[in-house]
């Protein structure tokens, strides 16, 4: 449902591929929509269907979203809709982190074994828990420094069975291979029922 929906002045199409309909107006050559709803582009008219009850997300909420792209310093995060006290909340629009592989405060671990399992706090579709620290017109900035934020659920990189959070600090552990890898890991680990708590 949170793909298609629009927000007041969002773009639904250009002119030539439809003219404003119900809920639209046209504004150099693009039609945009009035209100929050439903855009829908149908036999040469734009028209939008009011949908009450959705806000977008903002500043100060946690959100969760699963990782979908992994470049050197910064991961994108796609983030889930939510539904709080009746208000669906979208985003719309990816959420980004930045990360380092490096922690200062990792320099006074000096155990070999953690210093093995360091690495970027997350993977490709890892599922994440942050808050949103701020946003543009194309993306909002999340922070995964509270200590409740970081990965939530993830899989293992060799056999793709559910990690479980380990005995070593900062490390999970497969399930089915016993392959072990480094996570900035939420306490929240796994606990689906807590989380929605959380975000509720
Ligand atoms: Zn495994």
């Known amino acids: 449902m949170a793909d298609d929906l629009v927000f007041p002045g969002d773009r639904i199409t250009i002119e030539e591929e439809g003219s404003p309909g119900r809920l639209a107006y046209a504004e150099d050559g693009n039609v945009y929509s009035l209100v929050v709803g439903k ?8 028209d939008v269907e ?4 959705v806000e977008r997300f903002r500043r100060g909420m946690t959100v969760v979203g699963e990782i979908t792209d992994d470049l050197h310093a910064v991961m994108f995060v796609k983030i889930n809709p939510l539904t709080r006290n009746g208000v669906t909340y979208v985003a719309l629009k990816s959420g980004k982190i930045l990360v380092s592989e490096r922690r200062d405060h990792d320099r006074h671990s000096f155990r070999e074994r953690e210093e093995r399992l360091r690495g970027k706090p997350f993977r490709l579709g890892d599922i994440v828990m942050g808050r949103i620290v701020g946003e543009d017109k194309d993306i909002y900035s999340m922070s995964v420094h509270d200590p409740e934020s970081g990965v939530v659920y993830a899989e293992c990189e060799l056999c793709s069975g559910a990690l479980k959070v380990s005995d070593i600090a900062g490390t999970l552990k497969c399930e089915r291979c016993e392959h072990e890898e480094y996570r900035k890991i939420s306490p ?9 708590m959380k975000l509720g």
């Open 50 to 53: 009011y949908v009450k009850d």
């Open 188 to 196: 929240y680990y796994g606990d689906f029922k807590k989380i929605e």
């Open 39 to 46: 855009a829908k582009v149908e036999q040469g008219t734009a």
